[in-house]
């Protein structure tokens, strides 16, 4: 027999999402963070804020919108980056208090009734079947998108001048990144909403970097990270009425803050070992 | 054949002209140094070469082929300055940055090419280890590994021990010369420091002003004082 949390539709559509969104995270996350561009993820999602109000405004599918939105935003941001016209903050800065400002603008025109806070802190509860399908969709496509290319991206991340020597197409990748990104994002809105799929992207990696481990098996390990993380904050958030997104960040640091007494141990055991 | 031949070439960042009419050739088993003071332009011929510059005229062949249609990189290995290429919180182990060298490392004989590549710098003790844990010294052989693993035909290197102890750098020369005269793996070695690269490499380029001048080494020991003036 299912547990109960399992015989609920919309649970099952939470963990379904969640872990779509558990895997993708911390897997472009891994990049992004290296690449210093975990202030990008934040400016992009909220763009998608922007994205979610217009689409309340015009009754459309919200994650879809704010997919368009999202993905024609990383575009003209890994334009600028790459023109240099602006500095890589700074126009992080302007996308994302623009963004902010527009779509809350936006939203006090449309019916009160609109929750904001879903919005911000996430709804996982409310995902709706047709919401699963574009997120299961659009995530496949990044994910695969992400494998494909995750030696290039790699080399990229290490050092972007020895990847052009090497022959790898830098530009297209950086868009490629900076646009999977923004897929990832705005799917994730849902899930954990805009102020927290920052965390997600960023916490298991900085979990995973504490166990001293190669790149390859850092991505493994913040992907496991991740998913653990979402799965219990979900089941907690459902038998003990907390808000999901906020219960899975903090489960999220939970696991940094073992990981770095374990990472501090470990590595106090092998300096004994090499003293010794 | 030759590895690199640069024809009447000249580059200018807006009016600064760095690069003036620069011609040069370099041959299949030759040791090269390239010689220049700061800010003489040094690495931006090296990056010219490497296609990562375009020239405002004269043209840049390698093995044959100009540089904008070049695509066989693999015959080429670069070693970039040590100094800040890569962030010391990457969490790479030697057997992952050594297989970048390759791109697309997979198989077993790839994983073969890279033990042996570590074996030739004498770093397979480390390939699990991450790279940050390593010497400066150490980090260097580590990219020299990256840098032969694909069985190149020319290596570039760009001030490639700043930042390294004295000991690790005569190590370090030491395996280039492994590399140039028993591996036959041409070497064109950028440096400010004109008595090492002047000891070490066959032939020198002395960049000034954008301007190229070539000698041998005997030729330069011969008559030092010209050159130094050059």
């Known amino acids: 027999?299912?547990?109960?949390?399992?015989?609920?539709?919309?649970?099952?559509?939470?963990?379904?999402?969640?872990?779509?969104?558990?895997?993708?995270?911390?897997?472009?996350?891994?990049?992004?963070?290296?690449?210093?561009?975990?202030?990008?993820?934040?400016?992009?999602?909220?763009?998608?804020?922007?994205?979610?109000?217009?689409?309340?405004?015009?009754?459309?599918?919200?994650?879809?919108?704010?997919?368009?939105?999202?993905?024609?935003?990383?575009?003209?941001?890994?334009?600028?980056?790459?023109?240099?016209?602006?500095?890589?903050?700074?126009?992080?800065?302007?996308?994302?208090?623009?963004?902010?400002?527009?779509?809350?603008?936006?939203?006090?025109?449309?019916?009160?009734?609109?929750?904001?806070?879903?919005?911000?802190?996430?709804?996982?509860?409310?995902?709706?079947?047709?919401?699963?399908?574009?997120?299961?969709?659009?995530?496949?496509?990044?994910?695969?998108?992400?494998?494909?290319?995750?030696?290039?991206?790699?080399?990229?991340?290490?050092?972007?001048?020895?990847?052009?020597?090497?022959?790898?197409?830098?530009?297209?990748?950086?868009?490629?990144?900076?646009?999977?990104?923004?897929?990832?994002?705005?799917?994730?809105?849902?899930?954990?909403?805009?102020?927290?799929?920052?965390?997600?992207?960023?916490?298991?990696?900085?979990?995973?970097?504490?166990?001293?481990?190669?790149?390859?098996?850092?991505?493994?390990?913040?992907?496991?990270?991740?998913?653990?993380?979402?799965?219990?904050?979900?089941?907690?958030?459902?038998?003990?009425?907390?808000?999901?997104?906020?219960?899975?960040?903090?489960?999220?640091i939970a696991c940094f803050m073992i990981a770095l007494l374990a990472g501090r141990l470990f590595k106090a055991k092998k300096y004994e070992k090499i003293a010794s | 054949m030759s590895c690199i031949d640069v024809k009447n070439l000249s580059f200018s960042y807006g009016n600064e002209v760095i690069i003036k009419s620069v011609n040069f050739e370099i041959a299949k088993g030759d040791y090269v140094g390239l010689i220049g003071q700061n800010g003489s332009g040094k690495s931006t011929l090296l990056r010219l070469i490497l296609g990562l510059l375009k020239p405002q005229s004269g043209s840049i062949r390698l093995f044959d082929t100009p540089v904008e249609s070049f695509r066989e990189w693999h015959r080429i290995g670069y070693i970039p300055q040590r100094s800040g290429i890569f962030d010391q919180t990457f969490p790479a182990t030697v057997e992952e940055i050594v297989a970048m060298g390759l791109v697309n490392a997979r198989n077993a004989a790839d994983r073969h090419a890279i033990q042996r590549a570590l074996e030739v710098v004498g770093m397979e003790r480390y390939s699990a280890r991450q790279l940050r844990e390593l010497s400066g010294g150490q980090q260097q052989r580590v990219l020299i590994a990256r840098a032969i693993v694909g069985e190149p035909d020319l290596i570039l290197l760009d001030e490639p021990v700043v930042g390294v102890d004295t000991q690790a750098q005569q190590n370090f020369y030491q395996l280039l010369q492994h590399l140039n005269k028993k591996m036959n793996i041409t070497l064109l070695l950028i440096s400010h420091d004109l008595d090492i690269v002047a000891h070490e490499a066959d032939y020198l380029i002395m960049l000034n002003q954008g301007e190229v001048c070539r000698c041998t080494r005997e030729m330069f020991v011969k008559d030092k004082k010209k050159y130094i003036a050059i």
Do not use: C
């Open chain 1, 1 to 252: 027999m299912l547990p109960q949390i399992f015989q609920y539709d919309f649970m099952l559509r939470a963990f379904i999402a969640g872990t779509i969104i558990a895997i993708l995270a911390p897997l472009i996350g891994s990049f992004l963070l290296i690449r210093r561009y975990s202030l990008f993820a934040d400016a992009l999602s909220h763009v998608s804020f922007l994205s979610v109000a217009i689409a309340v405004l015009m009754d459309f599918n919200p994650v879809l919108v704010s997919m368009i939105g999202a993905v024609i935003a990383a575009a003209g941001l890994e334009k600028l980056r790459a023109t240099k016209r602006v500095q890589s903050e700074s126009s992080l800065a302007l996308f994302l208090s623009g963004s902010l400002a527009l779509g809350t603008i936006i939203l006090s025109f449309v019916n009160a009734s609109v929750p904001i806070t879903s919005i911000l802190f996430g709804a996982i509860t409310t995902i709706t079947e047709s919401d699963l399908y574009i997120i299961a969709a659009a995530g496949l496509v990044a994910f695969i998108g992400i494998l494909y290319y995750l030696r290039e991206l790699f080399v990229l991340t290490f050092d972007e001048e020895y990847a052009r020597v090497k022959g790898i197409r830098v530009t297209l990748l950086n868009y490629l990144l900076m646009i999977v990104s923004a897929v990832i994002i705005s799917i994730s809105i849902t899930v954990i909403g805009i102020l927290l799929i920052t965390s997600l992207m960023v916490i298991p990696v900085l979990t995973s970097y504490q166990l001293r481990r190669g790149f390859t098996q850092s991505v493994v390990l913040s992907v496991i990270f991740s998913v653990v993380s979402v799965w219990t904050g979900i089941a907690l958030s459902f038998y003990a009425d907390l808000p999901a997104g906020g219960t899975i960040v903090l489960i999220l």
